[in-house]
C-alpha cells in the first residue's frame, strides 16, 4: 500500500486517484484539510492521519467555565483535540523536517527533568518549549493551540468538575502524575511541594496516556499532571467582556497561559479551572501542550 505524504502528494490527480485506488492518503503537516479543501475532496478521517491521529471529539453543548468560583455558561461549537500530550517523538519530527526550533531548555547536570534528547524518553510529553514552538508545531501539524475555554471543556466535561475523573481529590495512587514522594525535588533552586501520601511512581514526567483512571470526560488524558499546557489565548479577565459563544482571550497583550498543572504540582493547581500565568518566552521542565482541530 502506498502512504501519500506532504512530498508525494503534488496535484488533484494525485490526491483523487489514490482515494480512488482505495490507497491510505496521509495528508500531515503543513497541508493538513488545507489540501482537502484545495482540491475540492471530503476525506475520511481515516485517510488524513497526519491530522486525525490520536483525536477526540468534543461536541458543541453548553461547558460551564470557572474562574475562582465564577462560573458562567458559554457555548463552544465541536472540535477535536489531542487525546495525548504531544511527545518527544512527535515534536522531533517537526524539528527534523526545519519547520520547529529544538526546544529551548535540555537536559544538564542541574535540569534534569528535561527530555529532549534523551532516548528513554521519547514518549514523554515534550517540555521546555515556549508558547511560540508549541504553536508553530500545531501549525506544521495543521492544528493550531486550544483556546482557554476549549482546553476547559475537554478537561471537565459540561458538568463543572474539578478534576478530569470527577470531584475530588483522588484518594488512592494512579490517578495522574502530580508532586508526590518519588517526584525531584528540586530544579534550578526551586523546591517542590509534596503530596506525601500520593504516589505515581515517576521522578519527573511519565509516558504520556499512563494513567487512564484519570481520562477526562471526553477521553483525554493527562489534562491534569504531567506538563502544564500552553492554551492558545493571551491573559486577560477570564471571558467577563467575551461572547458566549467561542470565546476567545484578548486581540493582544504580553503574558500567555497555561492549564492543567504539572508533575511538580499539588492539589490547587490541578483543579481543571485553574490558571497559570507566564510569559510566552517561558520554557519549563513541567510545560507542554496539546493540540486541536476545529471540525469543518
Partial sequence: MTIFTEANIIDTY?????????QLIDVCARLGQNLAAEIGLRIPLYFTAGVWAD?????????WQDEVGRARKIYLNEYWIDKYEVSVEAYSQCVDSGFCL????????????????VAYKYNNPINGVSWGQAASYCKWRGKRLPTEA??????????GQLYPWGGNYPSEDQYGNFSDKTRVTRMNHSEFPSVSDYNDGFK???????????????????????VREWVGDWYGKYHVRAPKRNPKGPRVGSR????????GSVEGDLRAYTRHVVAPSEASADIGFRCVVSSG
Wanted: charged share 20%; net charge positive.
Fill in 14 to 22: 494525485t490526491a483523487r486517484q489514490a482515494l480512488e485506488d482505495g
Fill in 55 to 63: 483525536l477526540v471529539k468534543v461536541p458543541e453543548c453548553a461547558p
Fill in 204 to 226: 519527573a514526567t511519565a509516558p504520556v496516556g499512563s494513567f487512564p483512571k484519570g481520562v477526562s470526560p471526553y477521553g483525554a488524558y493527562d489534562v491534569a499532571g504531567n
Fill in 150 to 159: 476549549e482546553w476547559e471543556k475537554a478537561a471537565r466535561g459540561v458538568n
Fill in 102 to 117: 529544538r526546544p529551548a531548555l535540555v537536559n544538564s547536570h542541574v535540569r534534569d527533568p528535561y527530555n529532549w534528547g
Fill in 256 to 263: 500567555r497561559i497555561t492549564r492543567g498543572g504539572g508533575w
